[in-house]
């Protein structure tokens, strides 16, 4: 990879990061302003001041690391007796600015998708209509799945299918290689157990040579269907459903992969930090920019979907102690929350750390 090709990979890297954290605090911005709360910052980035305007109360600044950011408000990690300070709000105003963040994430990734959806190319099998795939089977080629034409795949191994990439993930995350499929057969629940599927090479579509898995140094194998999926039509409602689809299996995705890396399935040294993210954002900028903009949809609806996992420091645990808070009808004493705050902070930097090492030490042995 030559230097201008790193260059322009990190550049569109950090927009994609910038779009992503821009989008998640202007929710918390917004919606504060809104519930009449004092915003004193609003900062895309951590670190030093590289720009500061505003003659309000409200100061815009663009910090030098391209990390994270902030919306400061009043009262938020202090004590305050301004009026307008944010735990003189009240508790459904204080909740709403707290999740703002994420909502707007799981929004620009719903968008992005759109986008995606819309200008991605797929032909039906009469190859003259642009259309999207849907769950329904249009043509069987191996009979031995036990699939038939008008299928419509409901389930696989009981895990609801969204899109097909569902199933090539649960292709990717089963061992054994036997499946139970739910499809939707003449309007009846049809359940075929114990599927199985043909396996075969993948190849690279421009030198025709067998793809090497990293991981075994042997050629990738996958698991071919036999089918053919029926494609429909692009339209306004088309489109919408495809990206809602995708939006709600890029969520399960991120918990399954979460579910994944607590049971062992997957090693901690898989997850990818911000070197590894830009990295890969690289990888689909040579791609297209269609896979930009796929990456840039499931980074955003990572973030959203993360950010509210109820822990510390996190604004899934900040909304705990809000809800905890409204059951009480009193508070946790501030300095109590600013250490649950700071301690998942701090050891949500710590794994950062070892994260963007472990991205690095990928990088070098590339």
């Known amino acids: ?139 069987v080629i191996s009979t031995s799945s036990g699939l038939q034409v008008g299928d419509t795949i409901e389930k696989i191994n009981g895990r609801q299918v969204f899109t097909i990439a569902d199933l090539n993930y649960e292709f990717a995350r089963t061992k054994n290689g036997t499946f139970d499929i739910l499809v939707k057969r003449d309007g009846k629940d049809v359940l075929l157990e114990n599927v199985t599927f043909d396996t075969k090479i993948a190849y690279d579509k421009e030198t025709g040579e067998p793809i090497i898995d990293a991981a075994t140094g042997k050629p990738f194998e996958y698991l071919d269907m036999g089918v053919v999926i029926v494609g429909v039509p692009k339209s306004f409602l088309s489109v919408m459903e495809s990206a809602f689809n995708n939006t709600l299996s890029y969520s399960r995705l991120i918990y399954l992969s979460l579910f994944d890396l607590i049971t062992g399935r997957v090693a901690i040294n898989q997850l990818s930090g911000p070197v590894g993210i830009i990295s890969e954002i690289g990888k689909a900028l040579s791609i297209g920019w269609q896979s930009v903009v796929q990456m840039l949809a499931l980074i955003s609806i990572n ?61 070098i042995m590339a």
């Open 303 to 363: 973030l959203g979907i993360v950010n509210m996992l109820p822990l510390p420091a996190l604004d899934g645990g900040r909304t705990v102690l809000l809800i905890v808070e409204a059951i009480r009808r009193k508070p946790l004493k501030q300095k109590y929350e600013i250490i649950i705050n700071v301690a998942g902070f701090v050891l949500l930097i710590g794994l950062m750390v070892v994260v963007s090492f472990s991205d690095i030490q990928k990088l």
């Open 1 to 139: 990879m030559d230097i201008l090709n790193i260059v322009l990979m990190i550049v569109v890297g950090l927009l994609v990061f910038g779009v992503v954290i821009f989008v998640h605090e202007l929710g918390h911005f917004l919606v504060a302003k809104w519930s009449g709360i004092k915003v004193k910052e609003f900062a895309i980035g951590m670190g030093p001041t590289l720009i500061k305007f505003g003659k309000k109360e409200t100061k815009y600044a663009l910090r030098l690391l391209p990390i994270g950011g902030f919306v400061s408000m009043e009262g938020e990690d202090e004590e305050s007796d301004d009026a307008r300070s944010f735990q003189k709000a009240p508790i459904w105003k204080r909740i709403l600015v707290t999740i703002s963040g994420a909502i707007m994430n799981l929004l620009l990734g719903f968008l992005a998708l759109v986008v995606m959806v819309t200008f991605t190319q797929n032909r039906s099998i009469d190859g003259n209509i642009d259309v999207i795939a849907t769950r329904q089977v249009a043509q």
